[in-house]
């Protein structure tokens, strides 16, 4: 299978637990990617069923130049207590673009040396330790993509995530949801992140 059409250098593909307890740090990346200048894809934009997902899926990542890994949740969980493969499987993928294309990828963890347990494949890759905080998430972007040209300031971009945060909780009231993970939260979490850098001069117009 091959990508079909260059990859988006400024699109970050977000393949992270869906889970509430992720919530604050799901809406801190959302906020952070976009102060940067980026754009934050995920799964929510594909149909949860469908006999082309799979496809779909590699589509929408070999269509993103990077992509963000959070593979925290190695635990087993659900009524059937079985681990999450999708996270992996998808790091999988994006390993292959960059063999195939250049694509660049970035591990998160939110323990020190648990990913030496769980995924001793990808020994001599450092994961970036969040410690399941949204200050430690803005860490690990600023690591990962807070190089060349102007980056913002870490004040500046902890008002955006305070301010998206509250957006974000008055959108799930009105819908009477516990977390942001759906795709219409997804869409206009991304507007609403990309309209307040816009208003306070960290993303140029247009």
Do not use: W
């Amino acid at each position: 299978m091959q990508a079909t059409a260059p990859a988006d250098q400024q699109s970050v593909f977000l393949n992270v637990p869906f889970d509430r307890e992720y919530s604050p740090l799901f809406v801190t990346l959302i906020a952070v990617l976009t102060g940067l200048g980026r754009k934050p894809r995920c799964v929510l934009e594909i149909p949860a069923a469908g006999r082309d997902r799979l496809d779909r899926i590699f589509e929408l990542l070999s269509g993103c130049g990077s992509s963000l890994h959070d593979l925290s949740r190695v635990a087993l969980s659900g009524p059937l207590q079985v681990p999450r493969f999708n996270m992996p499987f998808e790091l999988g993928i994006a390993y292959c673009l960059r063999k195939q294309s250049g694509h660049r990828f970035f591990v998160m963890e939110e323990r020190a040396f648990r990913l030496q347990a769980s995924l001793s494949d990808l020994n001599g890759l450092d994961p970036h330790i969040h410690e399941g905080t949204q200050a430690g998430i803005l860490a690990c972007l600023l690591d990962c993509f807070g190089t060349g040209g102007r980056t913002p300031e870490v004040k500046e971009l902890k008002g955006l995530t305070s301010k998206l945060s509250r957006i974000t909780l008055r959108l799930q009231r009105e819908q009477s949801r516990s977390d942001p993970f759906s795709p219409h939260l997804f869409r206009r979490a991304v507007e609403a992140a990309t309209e307040l850098a816009r208003l306070e001069g960290l993303i140029a117009e247009g």
